[in-house]
T-cell receptor, first 115, second 112 residues
Framework: ETGVTQTPRHLVMGMTNKKSLKCEQH?????MYWYKQSAKKPLELMFV???????ENNSVPSRFSPECPNSSHLFLHLHTLQPEDSALYLC??????????????FGPGTRLTVT | KQEVTQIPAALSVPEGENLVLNCSFT??????LQWFRQDPGKGLTSLLL?????REQTSGRLNASLDKSSGRSTLYIAASQPGDSATYLC???????????FGPGTRLSVLP
């Protein structure tokens, strides 16, 4: 596998379910990101991890819980979601967070539907 | 607060035309600017990254320019092809927190 991969690609869950999204990067990068893309809205940054440490939580509700066990893997744990949380969730990585090393590479996304 | 806008929101052109997509940002104090394309329901593909000290970058038929003082970037696509049809997004890195702020995108359709 190359680049940034995300699983599952599609997920349908009820409001009482608990599920997790997985992201893996094969680029040797040190920073990883979760974004939310809703219909007709710009991408919204959710979380940033740099060298496995969370450096940004962009006022995300606690029903979204990130986990970064190492620099290559990033998870987004979901519980008691709302229908308005339905969106495309995108993972990205960058070598670092300065200069040209800050170029971001994105995964294909997980299309989440909350019923 | 940094805001990024993109004009036009949608564009439809015949194959072979040269075209320009526009990106504007409200705060000129940016580090980098990156252009992406996104195919329907897919992730983002990086096209070009321009550092704040640079004025333009080129890759194949694509040329991106940056004018920090006026808060603008343009993406020029030469000899457009149907395969160029996608949504094009620009994003700037803001000094405070050093995070990306994305524009809403321009949806491009190149007709054969």
């Amino acid at each position: 596998e190359t680049g940034v991969t995300q699983t599952p690609r599609h997920l349908v869950m009820g409001m009482t379910n608990k599920k997790s999204l997985k992201c893996e990067q094969h680029l040797g990068h040190n920073a990883m990101y979760w974004y939310k893309q809703s219909a007709k809205k710009p991408l919204e940054l959710m979380f940033v991890y740099n060298f496995k440490e969370q450096t940004e939580n962009n006022s995300v509700p606690s029903r979204f819980s990130p986990e970064c066990p190492n620099s290559s893997h990033l998870f987004l744990h979901l519980h008691t979601l709302q229908p308005e949380d339905s969106a495309l969730y995108l993972c990205a990585s960058s070598q670092d967070r300065t200069g040209t090393l800050y170029e971001q590479y994105f995964g294909p996304g997980t299309r989440l539907t909350v019923t | 607060k940094q805001e990024v806008t993109q004009i036009p929101a949608a564009l439809s052109v015949p194959e072979g035309e040269n075209l320009v997509l526009n990106c504007s940002f409200t705060d000129s104090a940016i580090y980098n600017l990156q252009w992406f394309r996104q195919d329907p329901g897919k992730g983002l593909t990086s096209l070009l990254l321009i550092q704040s000290s640079q004025r333009e970058q080129t890759s194949g038929r694509l040329n991106a320019s940056l004018d920090k003082s006026s808060g603008r970037s343009t993406l020029y696509i030469a000899a457009s092809q149907p395969g160029d049809s996608a949504t094009y997004l620009c994003a700037v890195i803001v000094p405070n927190g050093q995070n990306f702020v994305f524009g809403p995108g321009t949806r491009l359709s190149v007709l054969p």
